[in-house]
């Protein structure tokens, strides 16, 4: 614990830990110093001066040593000549500020009319008019009038595009250097950059393509004028008329929190539009950030071409044909089911199929995930608190691409100092930060992390972690590969000290009584809803709670499917054949051929969807459900908290919610499920899974002080994330010990001219849920790659971007060649749902396409 | 030709003097700059991969100082101070003046290719304004308490001298 110390601002006592900046002393009790450069998310610059106070520090006698008091006994203070900056200024002993003279409002005042001087009087017409630093400090701090004359004002060009999302409008830029440090500090793409000196001074990204980083728009939130404004608000709408709706992103198993702001529009009819996605302050999730999928790409798909409506016959008339294909074949029923899904849904779902003696299964290539229930995290666990003496394993995982987020709270725990490593089979942008990286040929995932204890540092920093947290994707990987990498990665836990970690697991009776798991309900208090883990009685879980086993999945409730038990099938394909399959949140015609034609030869398509896929389709009985942004409902995230997103827009005519549906299904089957509303399911759910004991509405809307404060009224130090006032989410118990598989996984061999082809994933795809995000539509085009090595691009007569044939089963593929040098010579990289279905690896062969 | 195989043995001096790869950044510019007169955007590419450093991180280095050229110009780049206290002695006057009388406007060059003005930030030389820094090559000489008539002196001077040499 750092050294506390006292000062005082404006005549009132602080105590804050040694460190501590002047500005941020103020803020926690309540006194706003205006800044414009400074954040509290990084290291002070100094570099606009808005903050200007003065500081006094008690005097001392060079001679003695001692302090120099007043007549009256108080310590004489010593000022500088000049103001200071608050930003730069830690405190110090004794030390005391004065926000509020006539020296430091002068100071504070010449400062933003020295800005103002040059900054356009368009707020009528500006984006960030309404919540702008700029506008605000002036009103609060600035004199009535300009001194300066209008038509020598400083004339620059208005709407640069830096790249395809974000757009600069010179004039207004302050010079505060947030977005260029924003980009170099926190993202670790220092994509933009000061050209010129003086007034001249312009932002600049130099790069192809444009401002290219996956963070971008947050420099949209925490630019302090309207200089940064993405593209899909600009000029959209103004901030006062828009409403807030508190959701969690639904792309990643990040679950960051994030806010949609809507209006209602003539447009629209007078209804509800989303105008844009905001991030939402949750310190342990997504801390104030998200990334440019989640903004550009979070909502779209919900408002799609694509999205399925009302079916002509109506909601009612669809409800009774599914429930007459299920009375009809009750046990001979085949669920499968997302984790796009909410956890009400999939206990609902669960319930179904059990009344009917159905089979449910998970539709996912990641497996492993009876693993991360009883080795993930646990309460308290938190990515921003790993540093050092903490070891973090990310195994064939290309965070980046998979799940930026944790991509950038990876990076910042290895430049506090954990333990960074990351084992691979190709370069990803998480190497730059690793502490050590591991490169393995594809096939080797398994025996490469098997060998990890034995190597000298890595296997030392794995045994002597104080915390160890693993993450493993499915870079390259199916589902009898990612199953056998989880366990070898479960297995590490087995070697650290860290790892009597599972202690006692929960019971799996559904009857198990509330009081044995939490203590008693009386004891339970409300300051810290979301920490269980000090609650449990101590042999209980010794474990510490930032170690555990995370899975990068692709879809936002994976994780909450397996906390209930919903498990992948080892051959799909095989087990539909001749059943009723009720297929929901997912589009197996649609990512692989050989499952569209499993689902021809089914008895009976049921399809559940948002949106019309190959599988609703070729589906006999369709339901229109609602999308996440029309409903409530939680989503169980890769950490294992659970967290609510609330309704921003009306239910669409002639579609329910997931859970609704299914409870209808249901009753008409003669099975009485809660389908009323989410909260009552949830009240049954947490009775009848042991994991999600003690989770209720209530307690996952518990909001909580987190610093720094974000999103109050103080727009300029912050930024605009919005404040998070409905909840944090709470983190599931664990589970028992999944059984020890002995998985061996057979690796596959090229013969002469095959490849070995291997799935990755990209950031951008033309996945249901992100293409029809039109803004993204170049990033997307960008991403549709086959990646070689570059000998073998020479090889077959090509170059970079050449269009490369691959055949995989007969079928042919067409993809632009593309360049890695970090993989062998013998293995082609296939994007995900770019088109070519690809859910494991593969032979294939590879040619020059045919010129059209 | 890129710099790293127009000037492979520079390079590898260059880099020697450095631990950190990131700090050869400025001479390396200045190699790039010796090529062809200014930086173009394909070498500072090149300078980025070289350093493994952003292009943009290259560019601002070449953006902030005046010494560092992303266009070509004349033989002699004239650039006249414009900043605070400059033009609080009367640099803007100068400037334009001397632009009227050399028939250019700024960032311009002379018709026959010999100087190009142009008007820049900061060259601490506040007390001795109007000034100007003349640059060729590598070749740089401050110009202090200058009037218009003492440059077009100078200029000509400049004309005369480089018609020799080219003679």
């Known amino acids: ?852 | 030709m890129s710099i790293a195989e127009k000037y492979t043995d520079e390079i590898q001096a260059i880099f020697a003097k450095y631990p950190v790869k990131r700090s050869a950044v400025m001479p390396l510019l200045y190699l790039a700059q010796r090529a062809e007169g200014y930086i173009t955007k394909g070498a500072m590419a090149e300078i980025a991969d070289l350093l493994e450093l952003d292009v943009t991180e290259v560019a601002a280095i070449v953006g902030f100082y005046s010494m560092y050229h992303d266009e070509a110009a004349g033989k002699y780049r004239m650039q006249v101070c414009t900043d605070l206290s400059c033009a609080l002695r009367g640099a803007d006057a100068f400037l334009e003046n001397l632009c009227q009388n050399l028939g250019v406007k700024v960032g311009e060059t002379t018709p026959d290719g010999l100087v190009t003005v142009e008007a820049v930030m900061c060259l601490a030389g506040c007390d001795k304004a109007p000034m100007f820094q003349l640059q060729q090559g590598d070749q740089v000489s401050y110009h202090e308490n200058m009037t218009v008539d003492k440059t077009m002196e100078l200029v000509e001077a400049l004309r005369k001298s480089s018609k020799q040499v080219d003679e």
């Open chain 1, 1 to 852: 614990m750092a050294k506390l110390i006292n000062l005082t601002i404006n005549g009132t006592p602080v105590t804050v830990p040694a460190g501590t900046l002047v500005v941020d002393a103020a803020k926690k009790i309540g006194i706003d110093i205006p800044v414009f450069c400074y954040h509290p998310k990084m290291e002070p610059v100094g570099m606009c001066r808005q903050c200007l106070v003065e500081i006094g520090r008690p005097m001392v006698d060079r001679a003695t040593g001692q302090p120099v008091l007043n007549e009256d006994g108080s310590p004489k203070l010593q000022f500088m000549p000049k103001l200071e900056t608050a930003c730069t200024n830690p405190v110090s002993e004794g030390m005391a500020v004065f926000t509020e003279t006539a020296k430091a409002k002068s100071g504070q005042k010449e400062i933003l009319e020295l800005l103002l001087t040059s900054h356009p009087l368009d707020c009528p017409v500006c984006d960030k008019g309404g919540e702008c630093p700029l506008q605000n400090l002036t009103m609060e701090h600035a004199a009535d009038e300009s001194r300066f004359i209008f038509d020598e004002k400083h004339r620059a060009e208005k709407h640069v595009p830096l790249g395809d999302l974000i757009f600069l409008d010179r004039e207004r830029c302050i010079q505060c250097a947030r977005c260029i440090r924003f980009q170099d500090i926190i993202a670790g793409e220092p994509v933009l950059g000061f050209y010129q000196r003086g007034r001249n001074t312009d932002i600049v990204t130099y790069g192809e393509p444009g401002f290219d980083s996956i963070f971008s728009g947050n420099t949209s939130d925490i630019c302090p004028v309207g200089a940064l404004t993405t593209a899909d608000f600009r000029f959209g709408a103004r901030p006062w008329e828009l409403k807030q709706a508190a959701s969690v992103c639904s792309q990643c198993p990040v679950g960051c929190n994030v806010t949609f702001n809507v209006r209602r529009e003539a447009k629209a009819g007078g209804g509800y539009v989303i105008k844009r996605v905001m991030p939402r302050q949750n310190e342990q999730v997504n801390e104030i950030w998200m990334c440019d999928k989640g903004r550009f790409a979070g909502y779209q798909y919900t408002e799609a071409e694509s999205r399925l409506m009302a079916t002509p016959a109506g909601l009612d008339a669809a409800v009774g044909q599914a429930v007459a294909k299920l009375v009809e074949s009750q046990s001979e029923t085949v669920f499968l089911a997302s984790g796009r899904l909410a956890n009400e849904d999939l206990f609902t779902l669960k319930q179904l199929a059990a009344a009917l003696h159905a089979k449910t299964y998970l539709y996912t290539q990641h497996g492993g995930g009876e693993f991360t229930t009883a080795y993930g995290l646990t309460s308290g666990a938190d990515l921003g608190a790993l540093g050092k003496g903490d070891t973090v394993l990310v195994a064939a995982s290309d965070l980046y691409n998979e799940a930026p987020l944790w991509h950038l709270r990876l990076k910042a725990a290895a430049q506090r100092g954990a333990t960074l490593i990351v084992a691979a089979a190709r370069a990803t942008k998480l190497d730059e930060f690793a502490s050590f990286v591991v490169r393995y040929a594809y096939g080797d995932e398994v025996a490469t992390i098997q060998a990890l204890p034995a190597k000298d540092k890595i296997g030392e920093a794995i045994k002597n972690a104080n915390n160890l947290m693993i993450f493993y994707g499915s870079d390259g990987l199916g589902l009898a590969g990612t199953t056998a990498l989880a366990q070898s990665c479960a297995e590490l836990f087995s070697i650290s000290p860290v790892s009597q970690l599972t202690g006692s697991p929960v019971s799996q009776s559904a009857s198990f009584p509330v009081e044995q798991l939490t203590g008693k309900p009386e004891d339970r208090t409300t300051e810290q809803p979301e920490d269980r883990t000090t609650e449990q009685p101590e042999n209980r879980t010794t474990r510490k709670s930032n170690t555990g086993l995370i899975g990068v999945w692709s879809t936002p409730n994976q994780q909450g499917a397996l906390e209930m038990g919903f498990r992948p099938a080892e051959n799909l394909a095989a087990e539909l054949a001749g059943k009723t399959v009720y297929v929901i949140a997912a589009d197996p015609a649609g990512d692989d051929p050989a499952l569209a034609e499993a689902l021809k030869a089914a008895k009976t398509v049921i399809a559940q969807d948002i949106l019309t896929t190959k599988t609703v389709k070729l589906a006999d009985v369709v339901l229109p459900a609602a999308a996440f942004t029309e409903r409530e409902g939680t989503y169980t995230n890769g950490e294992r908290r659970v967290q609510r997103f609330y309704p921003a827009v009306p239910t669409r005519p002639g579609t329910k919610a997931d859970f609704a549906l299914l409870a209808e299904v249901a009753k008409g089957c003669g099975i009485a499920l809660e389908g009323r509303s989410p909260l009552l399911v949830m009240n049954r759910l947490s009775t009848a899974e042991p994991a999600f004991s003690g989770v209720s509405y209530e307690t996952l809307s518990q909001p909580a002080e987190q610093w720094p404060l974000i999103g109050r009224s103080d727009l300029y130090y912050g930024g605009t994330s919005y404040e998070n006032k409905l909840g944090l989410g709470v983190t599931l118990a664990l589970q028992p010990k999944a059984d020890r598989q002995s998985s061996t996984v057979s690796g596959l061999r090229p013969k002469e001219n095959e490849f070995l082809a291997v799935p990755v994933t990209k950031l951008y795809d033309l996945g249901a849920t992100v293409a029809p995000a039109k803004l993204l539509s170049a990033h997307i085009e960008r991403s549709a790659v086959a990646a070689l090595h570059p000998v073998t691009v020479e090889k077959l007569g090509l170059g970079a971007g050449d269009q490369l044939s691959v055949e995989i089963n007969g079928a042919q593929f067409t993809f632009r060649a593309a360049l890695d040098a970090s993989i062998s010579t013998g293995v082609v990289l296939i994007p995900r749902s770019m088109g070519l279905a690809i859910s494991a690896p593969a032979l294939v062969k590879l040619h020059a396409a045919e010129k059209a």
